[in-house]
Each structure stands twice: as structure tokens, then as C-alpha cells.
């Protein structure tokens, strides 16, 4: 069976200009006035039954109906803090400029409010830029906060380098993993995930480095 993957093109500077920003970032020494946080976005269909489900009986599983009702989309913000393995997640409604923003707003307010500034790894995507706090905010407030960010992008094609899409997958297959008909329940199920992921005080190693890189991705670098 065939797999899809984001695949760099052959001697692409740009993206191995990003990639190494990214790997230096990841390896530099945990610095609580200057935390690496990484921040990725999905979303999820809200999905109800049109059947109630019948109940796990001795021999067999709960069986669910094939059909469904279709209740919407729920966006899901996440952050994660590899060096310290602390997360946390936003479900909203929308995905603009302004809700980027707001979660942003929270993570340098309220969770990272004694540091100095936030080493934040993102990819570029067109509402993740200092330009969404001016969309948000008066421009002192807009001004305040993106002196409080130190922006790495990911280079496009390149997802797998940001820590928060591993996240991502992890609370798919472990928390979203089943039809959920609301916004209300499914904040309710994530909150539970982030406060059991969180207690688990897991950390993330990365051991993928520049050197290694420039050995195993030769190809992704110019030829000169």
C-alpha cells in the first residue's frame, strides 16, 4: 500500500535554511526565561449518531450504526513545552487570524508569563504571524506580545520537525479516536487528556541534529 508524505524537493536551500534553525533551537539548553514551545493546529468533525448505540454485551463490543449526523467542526490549538513535557490545547469554534491570536495572547500571559520571551516553532502558516496581533489587539498590546515571541518556522514540506504535530497525532489516536457530536464533550475530553499527559511529566527528546542532517538528508542541501 502506498503512503503519502510531504516530500522537500532535491537542493532546496530554503528548506534546509529552516530545518537547521529549527534542529539548533531544539538542542540549545532549557532556559526558563527563554522556553521552546512548539504550536500546531487540526481540526476534527463533530459527529453525532442518528442510532443509539447498543451496549457491549458477554462475546461482542458496542456496536455503532454506520450512520452518522455531521454537527460541524471543532479547531484544535496546541501547544507542547518538550524540555519540561507540558502541553496545552484550545478548542474553538473558527480558525482566523484572531483566534490564533488569542491563543497566543494565553500562552504568554498565563503560561509563560515570567519569561522573557518564547522560542516558538510553528509552520508559516498564513495566520501565524505577528501580523495576527495587529488584527487582535491595539498595536501597543499587538506590539507588546510579538516582542515577546522569537518566531521559528519550519520550512514547508517539513512538518515532521515540529514536536506539537507529533502531539497532534498522539491526542487523535488517543483521545479522538471516536465519533464526538459536540464542542462542549470534546472540551471536556481534551481538558481530561492534557491534565493526564501533563501528570505524566513527559518529556521529549529530540535527537535528530544538524550534523546528522547534512549526512542523512544530503540531498535536501545544494549542490556546490
Known sequence: MSKYWKIPPDGCAAFVACMEDVLDVYHAPYDPQFPLVCMDESNKQLV???????????????????????????????????????RHVDITEHRTRKDWAMFIKGMLDERYPQATKVRLVMDNLNTHSAASLYEAFAPEEARRLAQRLEIHYTPKHGSWLNVAEIELSAINSQC?????????????????????????????????????????????????
Open 48 to 86: 453525532g449518531e442518528v442510532h443509539a448505540p447498543l451496549a457491549a454485551a458477554p462475546g461482542r463490543g458496542q456496536i455503532i450504526d454506520h450512520e452518522y449526523v455531521r454537527n460541524g467542526v471543532a479547531e484544535i490549538f496546541l501547544e507542547v513545552e518538550p524540555l519540561r513535557g507540558r
Open 176 to 224: 479522538l479516536n471516536r465519533r464526538i457530536p459536540t464542542i462542549d464533550l470534546m472540551r471536556r475530553e481534551v481538558a481530561a487528556w492534557e491534565l493526564d499527559r501533563n501528570n505524566r511529566n513527559t518529556t521529549i527528546d529530540w535527537r535528530f541534529t544538524t550534523e546528522s542532517a547534512r549526512i542523512k538528508l544530503k540531498r535536501l542541501y545544494p549542490k556546490l
